[in-house]
């Protein structure tokens, strides 16, 4: 399993979403309001807001969701934001005690 975090412009946001859940089995994910910076070309760094969207997906369903995440959520220009991929060592569903692949599924 891997854990995908997406930083998007807000303005892009529905974009991402609509072809998420366009997806056959679309992941489930969580989005929050954030702000930061990143690495500044010019000047000093400025507080942006962006998206985080965070989901837990198959490592085989990886290369699909950064596909569609960058497909719909660029615009070509600076600051369209970064996407991040890290390893789930376990995962477990509270309500049935079901772990791993199966919280995902």
């Keep these: ?4 975090k997406a930083f998007i412009k807000p303005n ?3 974009y991402v979403v609509d072809a998420l859940e366009s997806l056959e089995d679309a992941p489930g994910i ?3 309001d954030v702000r930061g910076w990143g690495h500044p070309k010019e000047g000093p760094a400025k507080l942006v807001e962006m998206v ?3 989901t837990v997906i198959p490592t085989e369903r990886v290369e699909e969701i950064i596909s569609v995440i960058v497909e ?3 615009t070509g220009n600076y600051g369209d934001g970064k996407i991040f991929v890290s390893n789930i060592e376990k995962a477990v569903r509270i309500r049935t005690g ?3 692949d199966d919280v995902i599924r």
Excluded: A, F, P
Excluded at 1 to 4: G, P, W
């Design 52 to 54: 985080k969207l965070e």
């Design 30 to 32: 969580t989005l929050s």
């Design 72 to 74: 719909e959520g660029q």
């Design 12 to 14: 892009m946001i529905r």
């Design 98 to 100: 079901e772990t791993d």
């Design 1 to 4: 399993m891997k854990e995908l």
